[in-house]
């Protein structure tokens, strides 16, 4: 029989702070598996997934080592639905398929709960795998400041990703539990921690000390 555990799937935009979230509730011993993660493991040297896009786009997507070129395809995809589309029909069955095998090394663990953090849970059928949904929500403005001045992303591309993703309003209505991430680091730690005894009750284990 398999162990009944609590998957709670964490959602936001780009930038929402869910890498920082997942990193939070790691500190209260949360494993969590993040499918941008995967999603890089499904295009390493090797894999299906990368020779199906060299095949579609060529040398320019390829650095000189044969590792994928990802800003050159961002450039694509995020000019071109059409294209992303794409490349996720390429991708996101094999990262369901990885997600899949995480959860149940989760399942054969010791933790009361676990999180699947990923920006297109509800875009991509993942919220199927998980029991409740946790939105990430921060302000749009918010969103395209820290994704610029974090990644190498002029605030046109930022917010071409941001309006390729779900509206706002979409994601908070489908959420079960929703934190707030316009404060600082430690506004965000005491949510999680509020989470935390939240999921563990739910979960019907004690809180933890
Ligand atoms: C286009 C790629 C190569 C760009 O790589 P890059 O290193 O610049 O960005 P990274 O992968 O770290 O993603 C950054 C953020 O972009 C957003 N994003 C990525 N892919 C998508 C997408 N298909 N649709 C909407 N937003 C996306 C997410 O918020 C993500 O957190 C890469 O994002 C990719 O392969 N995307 C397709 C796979 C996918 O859908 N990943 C999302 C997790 S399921
Ligand atoms: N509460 C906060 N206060 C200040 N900065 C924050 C806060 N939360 C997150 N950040 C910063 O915002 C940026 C985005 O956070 P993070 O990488 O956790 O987001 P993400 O949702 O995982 O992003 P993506 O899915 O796009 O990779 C990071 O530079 C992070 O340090």
């Known amino acids: 029989m398999t162990a009944h555990i609590l998957i709670i799937g964490v959602t ?12 939070a509730f790691a500190r209260h011993d949360v494993p969590w598996v993040d499918a941008d993660d995967v999603a890089r493991e499904v295009v390493e040297p090797g894999e299906p997934a990368l020779a199906a896009i060299a095949t579609r786009y060529g040398e320019r ?21 059409a294209e992303r589309r794409w490349l996720e029909s ?5 990262i369901r398929e990885r997600l899949l095998e995480h959860l149940a090394a989760f399942r054969r663990g010791p933790a009361p709960y676990a999180l699947l953090v990923s920006p297109l849970l509800l875009e991509s059928g993942q919220h199927e795998l998980v029991d409740r949904i946790l939105v990430i929500d921060v302000p749009e403005a918010l969103q395209v400041r820290r994704t610029a001045s974090r990644d190498d992303v002029d605030e046109a591309q930022a917010r071409a990703i941001v309006a390729a993703q779900m509206p706002r309003a979409t994601r908070l209505a489908r ?9 600082d680091e430690a506004a965000l730690e005491a949510r999680v921690a509020d989470l935390d005894r939240r999921y563990r009750a739910l979960a019907g284990l004690p809180p933890a000390p």
Request: overall charge neutral.
């Open 12 to 23: 936001g935009g780009i930038a929402s702070g869910k890498s920082t979230v997942a990193r």
């Open 90 to 94: 390429v991708t996101h069955p094999r």
């Open 61 to 81: 997507v390829l650095r000189a080592d044969g590792r994928l070129d990802r800003r050159a395809l961002r450039d694509i995809v995020f000019a071109d639905p």
């Open 175 to 183: 959420a079960d539990d929703v934190l707030d991430n316009d404060g």
